[in-house]
């Protein structure tokens, strides 16, 4: 998320801009798209809580072997409510699936 060389002092006028996303918002927007998707407020929601693996090749910072995916992998916690994304945290493979569900929730 970075295309910024260290060695420029005057981040101002370089035309090297370092790039910082807003992760609150982001993780905000998709639950805002999803309450936008409907005219009047649904009387109930229910909420689908998965775990996948995301395989990686290499040594990527925070992954793990994982016996229940066969490989060395991320895995991530999505949270969906019918076909809207309302959660997608990367986590290490090295967890308890349902580490951070709560919190999430």
């Known amino acids: 998320m970075e295309y910024c060389p260290e060695t420029i002092l005057d981040q101002k006028t370089s035309r090297y801009h ?3 996303p807003n992760f609150e918002a982001i993780e905000k927007s998709f639950v805002e798209f999803f309450l936008e998707s409907y005219k009047k407020p649904p009387l109930s929601i229910i909420l689908d809580m998965d775990v996948t693996d995301d395989q990686v090749h290499g040594n990527q910072e925070g992954a793990f072997f994982n ?3 066969h490989g060395v992998c ?3 916690l999505y949270i969906f409510c019918g076909h809207h994304l309302l959660v997608a945290k990367l986590r290490s493979s090295n967890v ?3 580490d951070g569900a709560l919190d999430e929730l």
Do not use: G, T
């Open 67 to 69: 016996s229940y995916y």
């Open 96 to 98: 308890d699936p349902a």
């Open 18 to 20: 370092k790039i910082e």
């Open 74 to 76: 991320y895995a991530p």
